[in-house]
DNA sequence: ACGGACATGTAACACGTTACATGATTAA
DNA sequence: TTAATCATGTAACGTGTTACATGTCCGT
């Protein structure tokens, strides 16, 4: 069960850290592939604690609350790559796009057309971030940000080439025309 | 909010369907991108009853417990499409797999390696899988299929082109040795 | 005799999110 | 003065999973 525990330990064996930072790193990092919260970090690490895996000292600011900073402890160490070892379980993909797009049918095209610009953007841009990460980090974090990016690659590729599938509307209506323009933004109230 | 009501009644627009069904519709089509289970189905089907977006008429069977089918009313397909026009959340993608990579620093080469392996053998039978989902289906549907075949087919080619990045130690012991054998597996223990 | 498919449902549990509570510093 | 960053933590809530409860039929 790999969990936000794992990943906390996972980030402090790069390096020593509060609660907040490591929050901040997973964000730059993993954002992609997996999610954290304050919620989750704070009440993982408290129980990591308590059964030994970390180890905290508490970092007296002034004009700031204290820090606590926790590093791993050897069990913490072992008990991470134990679960790293562990035959890792399928990913989890919950994509709220494929879903609307499966139903394509039931939209206007236009407004598909629309999700699908929008889709294409945002994947172009998520990739070229990585594409910045994978110059920097270790071999493996390189390895991570490409699989990333070259993943919204695939993916955005595949939407500029295909999206004539899910809109067929549009595809009859202007076999050729301008794609982007025209289309005003449907208030879907909730 | 695209949860798992959405996702039934989704399924039910493209016809009535009992609990039972819904799961099974979704396990064929869905499973790659959107889990659901029996625990959250049935709840969840009673649920949109109470709020008179689905209907249902209970067949008696034979030797079997009497099925209810449950069929969209027009207000639950109003519901739906009102959902689906949402502009759609970001992807959410959990994956074991690329957080063992990022710190497969701290794992031996080789179980990188047989991880690595196994990857790429799983996503290239899941793309066959929706590759002949391909054909089959409405456009929308061949599309969405697509989608996942490309992104597996993706991943596996970036795998296979850049795994030496995080298999650095089997690249010293053996520069052009056979990659696939004389790995035994590691039992790795809970 | 055993497991798997069919069929529905509940309860306990795990996990994570969001919002709340508190408060200083710094840049726009 | 307003928002953002730094900094920790709790409580309520939502959502989903797993296991349990029940029972038949069919294939091996």
Redesign the interface.
Known sequence: M?DVR??CL?VL?LGDASGYEIKKRLEN??S????ASFGSIYPALKRLQTEGLVRSETEQQAKRPDKKVYSLTVEGRLT???E????????????????????????PAG?VGE?ID??IA?HRSLGAELAEREARG???????A??GR??Y???A???ED?RY??E?EALLAQIDGDRTGGRTG?G?G?
Not at 84 to 107: C, H, K, T
Not at 138 to 144: D, K, W
């Open positions: 790999m794992t990943l996972g064996s990092v993993f992609h592939f997996y999610d991470l790559v134990r790293l070892n562990n035959p890792p379980g399928r990913d989890r993909v919950r994509s709220e796009f494929l879903v609307a797009m499966f139903f394509a049918d039931l939209l407004q999700m929008r889709r945002e270790t071999a493996a974090q390189r390895f991570v490409g699989y070259a993943l690659e695939a993916a590729s595949y939407l295909n599938l899910v067929s449907a879907a909730n």
